[in-house]
């Protein structure tokens, strides 16, 4: 048996298995933690994907991690519990798909990554008999996701911060209606409000007795389950060993990681694309060479990709063998060359994501919003300044049209169809604390809530 090891991207703290990575989220050194070698899979074990349903793929992929630290029936239950929703790969055109990572339980691919990582949270906790509290400040999908993956999770409990004027109805709904282990609270603020909030109380020495633990991007756990369907796209449009060009809608880049985990693990990729909004830290640097996060970060339509300085880059810079450490600062240059060779990235501004809404809905009736019409451009972008030739090529559509009604009406003069599990979860009864953004009221509140 062969236990993998994590290393931080920082270098200095030591290396970690599965659950200490998992547990610590961000390493000591304030690093992300990485796999110190990647695991194979031979052309063959990929090519045999073509015929197993996904929750047996991501079996198949993430027992390479799991090794010596979940037993391999526990972590085959897991999947088969976690991803029993569809994804739909639509066609548009010759050998180019949309896939729909919207059928999860709160609509967005946050799922893919939130039902995954509770179990193992659930798992580890078991074992080591501890307790531990969720903290977490959403504007909408991370909290929706992390919300309903860990609802009656034994010994998690969940705390859910959300600016109270900057969340949809329905986006609220899916976090609010849960109730046992999981609270809520409307901060009368901004959203970085809530994550100022959160962020002292992980500082705080008056809360340093308390189990606090984050779901935030930068774990691992929330990484590795977001390869799988990279894989599974592949094995149902592309022959075994074809390379497959992907465009991937990216705010911090775990998603888009996701997809170079899966190359590094041996998945043949044409072109790997990375469409942001007008967030553009990326493909200047890419362009350039010179990094510089965008700060503040922009507001644009796909706000969940609303990121100055995205958390993974870390990470695709040491894929590359550079170092760059958390503030942004680069103290070692990644192959730019290589990474110019195997990646594509562009900037898509507001007005090109509407007119893509109203483009691809004309042209193929496809409905798309605002993250997947990034993502949609940004393979356009692409198209421009190299072939595709007769290669498969998948675009990502990130979150459900229906969670953004008024900009889609406004988009193309139709309300989308609600699915069902989320009309039902708009005729649930609200249940959520409001507080302003105090955080002397915050640090009771933690204190208190805990001894009941
Ligand atoms: C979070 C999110 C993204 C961005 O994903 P990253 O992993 O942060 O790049 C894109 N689309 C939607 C709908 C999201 O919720």
């Given at each position: 048996?062969?236990?993998?090891?994590?290393?931080?991207?920082?270098?200095?703290?030591?290396?970690?298995?599965?659950?200490?990575?998992?547990?610590?989220?961000?390493?000591?050194?304030?690093?992300?933690?990485?796999?110190?070698?990647f695991?194979?899979?031979?052309?063959?074990?990929?090519?045999?994907?073509?015929?197993?349903?996904?929750?047996e793929?991501?079996?198949?992929?993430?027992?390479?991690?799991?090794?010596?630290?979940i037993?391999s029936?526990?972590?085959?239950?897991?999947c088969?519990?976690?991803?029993?929703?569809?994804?739909p790969?639509?066609?548009?055109?010759?050998?180019?798909?949309?896939?729909?990572?919207?059928q999860?339980?709160?609509?967005?691919f946050?799922?893919?990554?939130?039902?995954?990582?509770?179990?193992m949270?659930?798992h580890?906790l078991?074992?080591?008999?501890?307790?531990?509290?969720i903290?977490?400040?959403?504007?909408g999908?991370?909290?929706?996701?992390?919300?309903?993956a860990?609802?009656?999770?034994?010994?998690?409990?969940?705390?859910v911060?959300?600016?109270?004027?900057?969340?949809?109805?329905?986006?609220?709904?899916?976090?609010?209606?849960?109730a046992q282990?999981?609270?809520?609270?409307?901060?009368d603020?901004?959203?970085?409000?809530?994550?100022a909030?959160?962020?002292?109380?992980?500082?705080?020495p008056?809360?340093?007795?308390?189990?606090?633990?984050?779901?935030?991007?930068?774990?691992?756990?929330?990484l590795?389950?977001?390869?799988?369907?990279?894989?599974?796209?592949?094995?149902?449009?592309a022959?075994?060993?074809?390379p497959?060009?992907?465009?991937?809608?990216?705010?911090?880049?775990?998603?888009?990681?996701?997809a170079?985990?899966?190359?590094?693990?041996?998945?043949?990729?044409?072109?790997?694309?990375?469409?942001?909004?007008?967030?553009?830290?990326?493909p200047?640097?890419?362009?350039?060479?010179?990094?510089?996060?965008?700060?503040?970060?922009?507001?644009?339509v796909?706000?969940?990709?609303?990121?100055?300085?995205p958390?993974?880059l870390?990470?695709?810079?040491?894929?590359?063998?550079g170092?760059?450490?958390?503030?942004?600062?680069?103290?070692?240059?990644?192959?730019?060359?290589?990474?110019?060779?195997?990646?594509?990235?562009?900037?898509?501004?507001?007005?090109?994501?509407?007119?893509?809404i109203r483009e691809?809905?004309?042209?193929?009736e496809?409905?798309?919003?605002?993250?997947?019409?990034?993502?949609?451009?940004g393979?356009?972008d692409?198209?421009?300044?190299?072939?595709?030739?007769?290669?498969?090529?998948?675009?990502?559509e990130?979150?459900?049209?229906?969670?953004?009604?008024?900009?889609?009406?406004k988009?193309?003069?139709?309300?989308?169809?609600?699915?069902?599990?989320?009309?039902?979860?708009?005729q649930?009864?609200e249940d959520?604390?409001?507080?302003?953004?105090?955080?002397?009221?915050?640090?009771d509140?933690l204190?208190?809530?805990?001894?009941?």
């Open positions: 048996m062969h236990t993998l090891l994590f290393r931080s991207t920082n270098q200095q703290s030591p290396a970690a298995n599965l659950r200490e990575a998992f547990l610590q989220g961000l390493a000591p050194d304030r690093g992300l933690y990485f796999p110190e070698k695991p194979k899979l031979t052309a063959d074990e990929i090519a045999s994907f073509a015929s197993l349903p996904y929750h793929i991501a079996f198949r992929v993430l027992s390479r991690y799991t090794e010596g630290v037993p029936d526990t972590l085959a239950a897991m088969s519990s976690a991803y029993n929703f569809n994804i790969l639509e066609k548009t055109y010759d050998r180019v798909h949309v896939m729909r990572l919207d999860g339980p709160t609509a967005s946050k799922d893919f990554a939130a039902q995954m990582m509770a179990r949270s659930g580890f078991n074992e080591t008999g501890k307790q531990l509290t903290l977490t400040a959403t504007s999908d991370t909290g929706a996701a992390v919300a309903h860990f609802h009656n999770i034994p010994g998690v409990r969940v705390i911060l959300f600016p109270f004027d900057e969340v949809s109805r329905s986006q609220r709904k899916m976090m609010t209606t849960l282990n999981v609270r809520t609270i409307a901060i603020g901004k959203f970085d409000d809530c994550q909030m959160v962020k002292r109380a992980f500082a705080d008056a809360l340093q007795h308390l189990p606090l633990s984050s779901a935030n991007s930068i774990n691992i756990g929330r590795l389950p977001q390869s799988v369907y990279y894989f599974y796209a592949a094995s149902r449009i022959k075994p060993g074809e497959i060009v992907f465009s991937v809608p990216s705010g911090n880049f775990g998603d888009m990681m996701g170079v985990v899966a190359g590094q693990m041996g998945l043949p990729i044409k072109k790997l694309i990375a469409s942001v909004n007008s967030n553009d830290a990326f200047r640097f890419l362009e350039t060479g010179h990094y510089e996060k965008i700060v503040p970060s922009r507001n644009a796909s706000n969940a990709m609303n990121v100055g300085h958390s993974n870390a990470r695709l810079v040491a894929v590359y063998g170092r760059m450490d958390e503030t942004g600062k680069i103290h070692q240059m990644p192959d730019l060359a290589a990474m110019r060779r195997d990646l594509f990235s562009s900037s898509i501004s507001d007005e090109r994501t509407r007119e893509t691809v809905w004309n042209k193929y496809l409905l798309l919003e605002a993250h997947g019409a990034v993502a949609w451009r393979f356009l692409w198209l421009e300044v190299e072939p595709l030739g007769n290669a498969p090529a998948v675009i990502l990130t979150a459900n049209p229906a969670k953004f009604p008024e900009e889609i009406e988009t193309i003069g139709f309300s989308p169809d609600v699915p069902p599990a989320m009309e039902a979860m708009n649930m009864p959520f604390d409001r507080m302003t953004a105090d955080y002397e009221k915050f640090r509140y204190v208190t809530k805990h001894q009941s």
